[in-house]
């Protein structure tokens, strides 16, 4: 049986390595991919407590997550996919839509 404590250390060391990647990556894709890496972490302690609780409510959080994190995808994908072809280009520095 793995100890509570090593899941919410892992858990944490996935979220800071998201926060991380989110603060110093350029590339659109890259910081979309950090952010599914910190909702997984978070989804992780969620069944970690569960689990240790055995109570249910952590893994039906669980499942909401996992439900907006699946459209944040399809809609992020889009977005993502609408400003490479306006723009060319997947660098957050070089994409200024709202200046003219």
Wanted: overall charge positive; aromatic content about 12%; cysteine-free.
């Amino acid at each position: 049986m793995v100890p509570l404590s090593w899941y919410l250390t892992l858990g944490a060391i996935l979220f800071a390595i998201g926060v991380a990647a989110f603060l110093v990556k350029r590339n659109i894709i890259t910081i979309f991919m950090s952010i599914e890496l910190m909702l997984n972490a978070v989804n992780l302690t969620f069944v970690a407590f569960a689990n240790h609780w055995h109570q249910v409510s952590g893994q039906v959080f669980v499942f909401f997550v996992m439900v907006v994190a699946a459209a944040e995808a399809a809609v992020g994908l889009a977005i993502i996919i609408a400003v490479f072809r306006t723009r060319e280009t997947l660098n957050v520095d070089q994409v200024n839509l709202l200046k003219l």
